[in-house]
């Protein structure tokens, strides 16, 4: 008999689960860092005096990432 606050055993549905949570991380990482990038690219490329592409193009992307997340868990739990 096991008690209620044990962890489940190891099993295909947790490596799932992890599998699921690290490709999320990595594509939360990609999105940021290539809008990152793609800001410090414009800002090279029109000389402008303060990084403002690359402001507002990293914002732009934790956006898009944290709704790339929330879309990805509510999928899931339906």
């Known amino acids: 008999m096991s008690s209620p606050s044990s962890p489940p055993p ?3 549905n947790r490596l799932q689960a992890v599998a699921k949570y690290s490709g999320l991380a990595f594509q939360m ?21 303060n990084p403002w592409f690359t402001i507002g193009l990293a914002l732009l992307g934790v956006f898009v990432a944290m709704f790339q997340v929330i879309r990805s868990l509510t ?3 339906e």
């Open 29 to 49: 990482l990609a999105i940021i860092g290539g809008a990152t990038w793609v800001g410090t690219w414009l800002d090279g490329h029109f000389h402008t005096q």
């Open 75 to 77: 999928k899931g739990a």
């Open 10 to 12: 190891p099993g295909p």
